[in-house]
């Protein structure tokens, strides 16, 4: 099975109630499960972190006032800035990249998905601590476009 196809499944069960799907070919077996907790603890969990969409609004508004380009990650997982925890980051606000360069990585599942970026130009800003988890969609960078 090609990770575009596990990626697929994964955003699917995403946006359904489904806990966990298993699938069995000649070549291969996937099985993708997440965890849901009883009513009474998600709910307090809910409450308890802040939502998403206030940080997505913080994040438009900015990029918005300086015409930053967002990168967002495509996945669910673990953002990590560099390739080892002995390397150095793949960028830093105020490093000039340029489109499909390497900006970090989002662990899923234990494969390493490189998250590149958008267009040629300098990170505004970095969004997320390393180590930290991050949802589909969810804006990482704030690239100022190059001139």
Request: with cysteine.
């Amino acid at each position: 099975m090609e990770f575009d196809e596990i990626r697929k499944l994964i955003e699917f069960l995403q946006q359904t109630d489904i806990t966990e799907l298993r699938i069995e070919r000649e070549d291969s077996k996937v099985r993708i499960r997440r965890e849901k907790l009883p009513g009474p603890q998600s709910e307090a969990l809910q409450h308890t972190r802040p939502a998403a969409p206030e940080k997505t609004e913080a994040v438009r508004e900015i990029s918005e006032d300086r015409k930053l380009i967002t990168i967002t990650s495509p996945i669910v997982g673990i953002f990590h800035r560099a390739p080892s925890p002995e390397s150095p980051p793949f960028v830093e606000v105020g490093s000039s990249v340029r489109k499909g360069q390497v900006l970090c990585i989002v662990e899923a599942m234990k494969l390493m998905n490189e998250i590149e970026s958008d267009a040629n130009g300098t990170i505004a800003r970095i969004l997320i601590e390393n180590g930290h988890a991050v949802e589909y969609g969810e804006a990482l960078f704030l690239v100022e476009p190059a001139s």
